[in-house]
């Protein structure tokens, strides 16, 4: 497993659920509790709307995006993930802004249409097809909206115990290509990849590299 840069995935084996609320079992938090700093770098330019969090974990994007007047729909596997992102909703007076919701997206997915989906580092060291179910996002996305797909480019520097996961890692344009949506309904704004830096406890500072997808819908006519 990844850690702790795997956000909250849904996978489709029968120990998925297991599997996830091990991982949320293993410490009192698991993330943060700040915003991706892509989404929050995404987010403004966009009409504020209704959002898809895919993979919610605790909560951190789901209560970011609330704050800013999107309703929003987030959606985790786990109970314990869905417990903590709850009660920081609750905390922050935003209960009523987030709807969240168990599910393993490999059989069921939220209903409605969406203005904006996010998906952030929903990768999985356990079988997971997550092309379908980013296809099947895309079908709930408004025209107009946007799809934002985040992941990492590869493991960890000197990460080895993912050597044999490495097929899980792709570029952007693999992602787009493998998406297949139609060019006279989608459009790319950006393809990239970019730098963060990480600090991880009992361990020096280093750069991580992240792909960036984001897709718009086109308007009708």
């Known amino acids: 497993m ?23 079992g293993e410490r009192e938090r698991v993330w943060s509790g700040r915003v991706n700093a892509r989404l929050a770098e995404v987010a403004p330019d966009l009409p504020i709307g209704r ?9 951190a994007d789901a209560v970011w995006l609330a704050q800013r007047g999107w309703d929003v729909v987030a959606v985790d596997i ?4 869905l417990q903590r992102a709850r009660a920081a909703a ?16 490999s059989e069921t997915f939220p209903n409605g249409e969406f203005d904006l989906v996010s998906a952030h580092f929903f990768h999985s060291t356990v079988p997971l097809d997550r092309i379908r179910i980013f296809r099947r996002a895309a079908e709930a996305i408004r025209p107009g909206g946007t799809m934002l797909i985040v992941d990492h480019s590869g493991p960890p520097p000197g990460e080895s115990k993912l050597d044999h996961h490495r097929d899980m890692f792709v570029s952007p344009e693999e992602v787009v ?39 718009r819908r086109r308007r009708s006519g």
């Open 177 to 215: 290509a493998a998406l297949n949506l139609p060019d006279a309904e989608w459009e790319p704004a950006q393809t990239k990849v970019v730098e963060r830096e990480v600090n991880w406890p009992d361990r020096e500072p280093f750069i991580w590299h992240d792909n960036v997808i984001l897709l």
């Open 78 to 81: 786990s109970d314990t993930a």
């Open 2 to 24: 990844v850690r702790p840069s795997l956000k909250g995935e849904v996978v489709s084996t029968p120990d998925a659920k297991e599997h996830w609320e091990q991982h949320y």
């Open 90 to 105: 609750e905390e922050r007076g935003l209960a009523d802004r987030i709807d969240f919701q168990q599910h393993d997206l």
């Open 51 to 59: 959002a898809l969090d895919l993979g919610c974990g605790e909560g």
